[in-house]
């Protein structure tokens, strides 16, 4: 009797299961083909959105893919920003006096492919998490939805 109701149960899960199982499959693929889509339009490759600096920064990394697409990304006249998408706080790269905006640019040429792009954000108070998602903004590119490591 005990036999019947388990098999019963585990018959009523199978679906459940396999539901949850295409979810997460379907989200993979969505990332992927998010990660494609950025990879064509842009030329970059996103290594991720760290803390840093005691957690006072946060640190955008990207790879170039394609030197003249990726062009815009490096250029000093587009603006960078970090909008928390939690709190909705923006902020930007500083730029201390000395040193200049904490972002790289290229001032002639173009970016060169298979190098390692970083630009870093201000974090004022330590408002910005580990987890929190947060949308990237360089002139006419906006990535939201990345995930602060």
């Known amino acids: 009797m005990q036999r019947r109701m388990i098999v019963t149960l585990l018959l009523a899960l199978v679906p459940v299961l396999a539901q949850g199982c295409s979810l997460k499959a379907g989200t993979v693929a969505a990332q992927i083909n998010e990660k494609s889509i950025i990879e064509e339009k842009w030329g970059i490759r996103v290594e991720g959105l760290r803390l840093t600096a005691e957690g006072y920064m946060c640190d955008f ?21 970090l909008l928390n998408e939690t709190t909705g706080m923006m902020t930007y790269v500083p730029a201390p006096p000395k040193v200049g905006p904490l972002r790289q640019t290229v001032k002639l ?30 002139g006419d590119f906006v990535l939201p939805g990345l995930v602060v490591q």
């Open 61 to 81: 990394r990207f790879r170039v893919i394609d030197a003249a697409k990726a062009a815009p990304l490096l250029n000093r006249k587009n603006s960078a920003s």
């Open 109 to 138: 040429g173009s970016p060169v492919e298979g190098r390692t792009y970083f630009i870093f954000f201000a974090n004022p108070g330590k408002l910005i998490k580990t987890g929190a998602k947060a949308t990237v903004s360089v």
